[in-house]
């Protein structure tokens, strides 16, 4: 789904930032944790759409584990776009800071 | 995190199975002949359920269908001696034998079934829910 690349390479501006700002491993390691739970998501987004798929196109797929998955991606995004919003919000705080 | 979510998938799955099962023995209510054509009454089936540890986490599994059976009943006897399946010969003649499924139990087993799904969504309703809630705190 296009949202997550969208979302995946600001988050990968966001660790780039972190780690020029400060060159120590601990923010690498959240970037990593990041992505890793982006990847996730977006796993668990495809994951529903071949359920979806497969219930559509007649597939032996059960109604209740496609609409599971389905909610699971729509839970798992949601999640990630709050974290998102609260870096975000994180980074222009920052940002407005006068030198 | 998504546990409860799959271990009431799972169940939903499950009890949709034995739904199956009972509109089968509904729908075969009066069937005589097997699925070889042989004039053998139908057998009602059953599901037997297993706990998945498979689902869900380490000690909260989910529930699968272990296997469907079929049931050893006496058929019911009814005479019509002019049913190509009726019995020939012995003290039976002129009887057809029917398959021995109550309607009232497969009917009472079936709003079960459909009340074990519905509750089951509500427990989905309330892990969603949750979760909805839980990213309050960072909102």
Same mark, same amino acid.
């Not at chain 2, 037997?48 to 689902?55: K, L, N, W």
């Not at chain 2, 380490?58 to 058929?75: D, L, W």
């Not at chain 2, 089951?120 to 979760?131: C, R, T, V």
């Given at each position: 789904?296009?949202?997550?690349?969208?979302?995946?390479?600001?988050?990968?501006?966001?660790?780039?930032?972190?780690?020029?700002?400060?060159?120590?491993?601990?923010?690498?390691?959240?970037?990593?944790?990041?992505?890793?739970?982006?990847?996730? #998501?977006?796993?668990?987004? %495809?994951? @529903? /759409?071949? $359920?979806?798929?497969?219930? +559509?196109?007649?597939?032996?797929?059960?109604?209740?584990? #496609?609409?599971?998955?389905? %909610?699971? @991606? /729509?839970? $798992?995004?949601?999640?990630? +776009?709050?974290?998102?919003?609260?870096?975000?919000?994180?980074?222009?705080?920052?940002?407005?800071?006068?030198? | 995190?998504?546990?409860?979510?799959?271990?009431?998938?799972?169940?939903?799955?499950?009890?949709?199975?034995?739904?199956?099962?009972?509109?089968?023995?509904?729908?075969?209510?009066?069937?005589?002949?097997?699925?070889?054509?042989?004039?053998?009454?139908?057998?009602?089936?059953?599901?037997?359920?297993?706990?998945?540890?498979?689902?869900?986490?380490?000690?909260?599994?989910?529930?699968?269908?272990?296997?469907?059976?079929?049931?050893?009943?006496?058929?019911?006897?009814?005479?019509?001696?002019?049913?190509?399946?009726?019995?020939?010969?012995?003290?039976?003649?002129?009887?057809?034998?029917?398959?021995?499924?109550?309607?009232?139990?497969?009917?009472?087993?079936?709003?079960?079934?459909?009340?074990?799904?519905?509750?089951?969504?509500?427990?989905?309703?309330?892990?969603?829910?949750?979760?909805?809630?839980?990213?309050?705190?960072?909102?």
């Amino acid at each position: 789904m296009d949202p997550i690349y969208g979302v995946n390479f600001s988050a990968g501006e966001l660790g780039r930032v972190a780690s020029t700002g400060a060159s120590t491993t601990p923010s690498r390691s959240f970037q990593d944790f990041l992505l890793d739970s982006i990847r996730q #998501v977006n796993a668990m987004q %495809q994951e @529903a /759409d071949q $359920a979806v798929e497969q219930l +559509m196109t007649g597939g032996q797929t059960d109604p209740a584990e #496609v609409l599971t998955a389905v %909610q699971k @991606a /729509d839970l $798992a995004f949601r999640m990630m +776009m709050q974290i998102r919003n609260k870096l975000l919000q994180a980074f222009q705080e920052i940002q407005n800071i006068r030198i | 995190m998504w546990n409860s979510l799959d271990v009431s998938t799972s169940a939903l799955v499950a009890q949709r199975i034995r739904l199956h099962a009972i509109t089968s023995n509904l729908a075969n209510i009066s069937t005589t002949h097997n699925e070889e054509g042989e004039p053998t009454p139908y057998q009602p089936r059953f599901v037997i359920f297993q706990t998945a540890e498979e689902i869900g986490s380490p000690g909260t599994p989910g529930v699968r269908v272990a296997s469907v059976e079929e049931e050893q009943k006496e058929p019911l006897w009814k005479y019509q001696p002019g049913h190509p399946d009726a019995v020939r010969e012995g003290p039976m003649t002129g009887y057809v034998a029917y398959p021995n499924i109550n309607m009232m139990t497969e009917m009472t087993d079936a709003l079960e079934a459909a009340r074990a799904y519905e509750a089951n969504l509500g427990a989905i309703e309330i892990a969603k829910d949750l979760q909805h809630q839980t990213l309050r705190i960072i909102a």
